[in-house]
């Protein structure tokens, strides 16, 4: 069994973003594999603008390389997981303070009326994290290294990837989790549970918004028992 991550919006690197997860896994012997999302720009030569569907697209190369896979997703990545889910050999779709959109509804749909206070938009199409919110409402139980690698790998996305609506749901035909994250400050855990609801099964973690960095191994945890389900 192998895992397939998918991070959230306005970052790069998404091996990064993962890779406190991918250590504790690798020493148990579980492989893991990072997505690289064009519509945050880390595809070289990625046309603009992409969005979502560039996202799903490479995910699905990914997945249809990775043999049988845990198809994991934080935040935005939901919405890139939920409609790749149809590629490859998914057993299993996990959701960390994420979103789980049904077939015909974009990201905008899900969350509030209006722009989120957090987030930036720009002429050019592109939207990002205001930096300055980033640590309190993102970050704010990580430790300093996670921070200040996290502050580097900040980017502007595409905003194409917010109102394009998703043409496949998997979690209506794929066993999935759904993490909602009760310390989170930027989704807050009414609004993940909302979501939530739509999974098969629904557990809490008391963490904030990225449980990757702060607490790697509640996560790590989550999957080595999810993984154990389909041996």
Do not use: K, N
């Amino acid at each position: 069994m192998r895992i397939v991550f998918v991070h959230g919006a306005c970052v790069r690197d998404g091996a990064w973003w993962w890779s406190r997860v991918d250590a504790l896994l690798a020493a148990g012997g579980t492989a893991s594999v990072a997505v690289r999302l064009p519509s945050c720009g880390e595809l070289p030569g990625a046309r603009r603008p992409s969005g979502l569907d560039d996202d799903v697209e490479e995910t699905r190369r990914v997945l249809r390389d990775a043999g049988p896979a845990i198809l994991v997703a934080h935040s935005y990545g939901g919405m890139v997981a939920t409609a790749a889910a149809d590629a490859g050999d998914v057993r299993h779709l996990v959701y960390i303070s994420s979103f789980l959109p049904d077939v015909g509804e974009s990201l905008a749909d899900l969350g509030p009326s209006g722009p989120a206070p957090h987030l930036e938009f720009f002429p050019d199409g592109t939207f990002a994290a205001r930096p300055e919110l980033v640590p309190p409402l993102f970050l704010h139980d990580c430790d300093a290294a996670a921070v200040e690698g996290a502050m580097t790998r900040l980017v502007r996305q595409d905003a194409a990837a917010l109102t394009t609506p998703v043409r496949y749901a998997g979690w209506r035909s794929t066993p999935s989790t759904a993490a909602v994250c009760t310390g989170d400050q930027a989704t807050p855990p009414e609004v993940q549970r909302a979501q939530a609801a739509r999974a098969g099964r629904t557990v809490e973690l008391p963490t904030g918004h990225h449980p990757m960095l702060s607490h790697p191994e509640l996560l790590a945890g989550l999957l080595r028992e999810i993984a154990a389900e389909h041996d």
